[in-house]
């Protein structure tokens, strides 16, 4: 199977074309630093990481561009409430996103470019528009006037006239800058300087970029005029991405992006995530509970175009899942050296295969995940066997196979399981320790104490070892 995305844009699926053969531009809308991140950036973080990383397992050499907002004026309240400047709050939440990052493991993007660092190409930008007549100067403010390109709304699919209509007189009361707009729906390009804020010299006078503008000029200089994919969170498909592609494609003439992707939104217990409801997590509060690798799980289960509810429930769930999955991903560390396996790359062609074919649907990770829990099953079947029965029923090759396919797919999606050193300590007991007490066990039973076998046992069982009594007196254990 070829494969096909949904494109917001024209709402249908498509077979996936590059516009140079075999490399892909992708860019998406990063985050605006002025807080820790929170559940919806770990979402579309995640699941961008995961499709750059698809592609390039595919084949791709992708050039994968997330940019930050630090121009902005929840930066500015924040710099204010905080006594300190924008400059270091927006290095103080940069540093917070890249931990968080890290912990969640999001690979880095190629490229982080900042509004700060991109001030001459949105003044290039805003400078071209108004000499095409898409914008117009006013007190100090620029602003694009909508009315002027007939394709505004082909994103999110809303007419002007609908707006309008629906607006019913509240647009100019709620806008304190309505009375510098030619009409309701103009958007600022760029800001004149206010007291006491940080602001920028340009041919209309001292002030700052509107947020919009900002992404098309980052684009358009990291990437070109027109990208292969261009994604991020639902919320921004309009005004955000609407407006974007009304200031690049004015000035250009060509499409900014031929694939729009879009992730769904975060809810949490049913409810819209929001400070005044008390239901806003941060990512920090989230790891402080759940493994990474669980929440990547919960993440990668939903289809990405989806809303996803963030429950106690599901993630314990997912939690759960996890640990079949890296009990799986185990296999090998754990029983390869008792096996023989040879540590030669031997990948089941049939399963990557169902994998891709699953994934290739509008990147159905769930689909591809599927595959992944088949053959963890299976290995943790054949694991159990082994340790009961002292033999496995599987042939050798065909579970180091299996397992060499399970640890292949599994990093794709960013799934990684670290083994257990076998000096290290569980709960306090070394495996020397284990076999010790096992010693001790047997001469108990010698000595028909079966009460102090017993306890033994009980003590081991509850530091997660599990006995396994063999015909001729021999005792196997096992790490839970």
Request: proline content about 3%; hydrophobic content about 35%; glycine content about 8%.
């Amino acid at each position: 199977m070829t494969l096909t995305l949904y494109n917001t844009l024209t709402r249908n699926k498509k077979e996936f074309q590059t516009i140079e053969e075999n490399k892909v531009r992708m860019y998406c809308c990063g985050i605006t630093v002025y807080d820790y991140c929170h559940l919806g950036h770990a979402r579309t973080c995640l699941v961008w990481d995961v499709v750059r990383r698809y592609l390039q397992w595919s084949g791709y050499e992708v050039n994968y561009i997330q940019n930050f907002t630090d121009i902005d004026d929840k930066i500015l309240n924040r710099a204010k409430q905080e006594g300190t400047s924008m400059e270091e709050v927006s290095e103080k939440y940069i540093a917070a996103y890249f931990e968080d990052m890290e912990q969640l493991g999001v690979g880095q993007a190629d490229a982080y470019p900042r509004a700060t660092h991109t001030l001459d190409g949105i003044k290039r930008l805003v400078y071209e528009l108004e000499q095409k007549g898409f914008a117009y100067p006013a007190e100090g403010d620029v602003y694009y006037a909508v009315q002027k390109f007939p394709e505004y709304g082909k994103l999110s699919g809303r007419k002007l006239e609908d707006m309008q209509a629906g607006a019913s007189g509240r647009v100019g009361t709620e806008d304190p800058e309505a009375s510098k707009k030619n009409y309701p729906f103009d958007f600022a390009l760029w800001k004149g300087a206010k007291e006491g804020e940080p602001a920028w010299s340009s041919p209309w006078g001292n002030g700052r970029p509107g947020w919009h503008i900002e992404c098309s000029a980052m684009v358009r200089e990291r990437l070109g005029e027109t990208i292969d994919i261009h994604v991020g969170g639902g919320d921004l498909t309009f005004p955000h991405h609407e407006n974007e592609i009304a200031q690049s494609e004015a000035v250009t003439g060509k499409p900014l992006a031929n694939y729009w992707l879009h992730n769904g939104m975060i809810i949490v217990e049913g409810k819209k995530m929001s400070k005044s409801l008390g239901n806003f997590i941060t990512i920090r509060e989230l790891l402080d509970k759940y493994e990474p690798m669980a929440v990547r799980l919960f993440i990668l289960q939903a289809q990405y175009r989806k809303p996803v509810d963030f429950t106690e429930e599901a993630l314990n769930t997912a939690t759960n899942s996890w640990e079949t999955l890296k009990d799986g991903l185990l296999f090998g560390d754990q029983y390869g050296a008792q096996l023989g396996f040879s540590g030669t790359d031997l990948l089941d062609e049939s399963l990557v295969s169902r994998f891709k074919s699953a994934v290739d649907d509008d990147f159905n990770f769930a689909g591809g995940l599927a595959v992944l829990f088949e053959i963890a099953k299976n290995l943790t079947k054949e694991g159990n066997t082994l340790v009961h029965q002292g033999a496995v029923k599987a042939e050798t090759k065909e579970l180091e196979q299996q397992w060499q396919t399970l640890t292949h797919l599994a990093t794709i999606l960013g799934f990684v399981a670290q083994p257990e050193d076998s000096d290290s300590k569980t709960d306090g007991l070394s495996d020397s320790d284990i076999e010790a007490l096992i010693q001790q066990r047997h001469q108990a039973r010698s000595d028909k104490n079966y009460a102090e076998s017993d306890r033994i046992r009980d003590e081991l069982q509850a530091q997660g070892i599990t006995l396994i009594d063999k015909p001729g007196g021999v005792t196997i254990w096992n790490r839970g």
